[in-house]
């Protein structure tokens, strides 16, 4: 890998350089509605293994499987009626499905790190899709973030944590929705809320009309994000402040005030989009970070199930 990562844009030139790095068994990072991806070609096994190693990324945490439609993901999951009808209301959108390989699938093993089933989404930005049709392939790409750390939700955020050790970020600006994909794993039998995300629960469950089953300590699929903790910045992380301590930073919401308030309006999408972006900022201050309480409604589910990671106890 060359040592100098490039910065590159998203007019047709640069689309077409960042599908040939891909080609070419490259890492490139581009961005999604829901934070930056670090993608590589997913059938390319050694591609996919400097995911890993760019990330320092623990081997058995699979990785979600990009493609430019529907007609592509049918390539490489069992499709099934269930699986059709969330597809069509989410796709393409902040929504990963994992359900069961399909024979002659062609991914790398590594991608799904061994399991029988791989996690697929159709992502809606138009800068991810123009770059998954110029590819016309599947594109393997987990956050663009070194492992265990905050999501990028900017091209400044990949470039602070990956420089040096990726081909090329693809500039495309601030991610709206700012929240990791919901992920669902979709079988005949049920259907289950992997991880909370861009996509509020309360929407699949209308759809589908029917309460999903959330993932239990004792199921044995393996789910994901299940390392405790997770999105961590640098300093200690407090939740359900009221109030910073002295020697606090403040992440406010609402009528709560902060040293940043995620929406002072109170407005949860509003919130999840700047979620990371200010977790970076306040983190870059040093000083342990106090945060204020978030509805668990909607969105703010997702939100929380982040807080709650970003202020788990460190694994070393
Ligand atoms: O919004 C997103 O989902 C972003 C953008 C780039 O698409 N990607 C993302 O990827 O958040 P990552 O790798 O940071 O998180 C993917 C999660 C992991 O926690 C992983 O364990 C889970 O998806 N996952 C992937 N394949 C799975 C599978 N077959 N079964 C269960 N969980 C799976
Ligand atoms: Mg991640």
Redesign the pocket.
């Known amino acids: 890998m060359d040592s100098t990562t490039r910065i590159i844009a998203t007019d047709d030139d640069g689309i077409t350089q960042a599908a040939g790095i891909l080609r070419a068994g490259g890492l490139v990072a581009f961005p999604?509605e829901?934070?930056?991806?670090l993608g590589a070609d997913a059938r390319n096994g050694t591609a996919v293994a400097a995911i890993y190693e760019a990330k320092g990324r623990p081997s058995f945490?699979?990785?979600?499987v990009?493609v430019p439609d529907i007609e592509h993901a049918r390539r490489y999951i069992a499709w099934s009626e269930t699986t059709d009808r969330i597809a069509a209301a989410f796709w393409p959108g902040?929504l990963?499905i994992?359900a069961p390989l399909r024979d002659g699938h062609g991914l790398s093993s590594l991608v799904?790190a061994g399991?029988p089933?791989?996690?697929i989404?159709v992502?809606a930005h138009p800068v991810a899709r123009a770059l998954l049709a110029a590819f016309d392939g599947p594109v393997a790409?987990?956050?663009a973030n070194p492992s265990g750390r905050i999501?990028p939700t900017r091209p400044a955020h990949v470039r602070d944590g990956l420089s040096g050790r990726i081909d090329a970020i693809v500039d495309g600006g601030a991610c709206p929705v700012g929240l990791?994909?919901t992920?669902l794993?979709v079988s005949d039998q049920q259907v289950t809320l992997?991880?909370e995300?861009?996509i509020s629960a309360e929407r699949v469950e209308a759809l589908l009309a029917a309460s999903l089953h959330r993932h239990g300590e004792n199921d044995t699929?393996?789910?994901?994000?299940q390392m405790g903790s997770h999105y961590a910045p640098g300093a200690a992380v407090r939740l359900n402040a009221r109030k910073a301590a002295n020697d606090e930073v403040m992440l406010g919401f609402g009528d709560v005030p902060g040293t940043l308030n995620l929406s002072q309006s109170g407005d949860l999408a509003e919130a999840a989009a700047n979620l990371f972006e200010y977790l970076h900022r306040l983190d870059a201050t040093g000083a342990p970070i106090a945060v204020a309480p978030i509805p668990e409604t909607g969105l703010g589910r997702a939100i929380n199930d982040r807080l709650r990671r970003a202020a788990a106890p460190r694994e070393s």
């Open positions: 999604t829901t934070v930056y991806g945490n699979p990785l979600i990009h902040p990963s994992v799904t399991l089933t791989v996690a989404r992502p790409a987990p956050s999501s990791e994909s992920i794993g992997l991880r995300g861009g699929l393996n789910a994901p994000g």
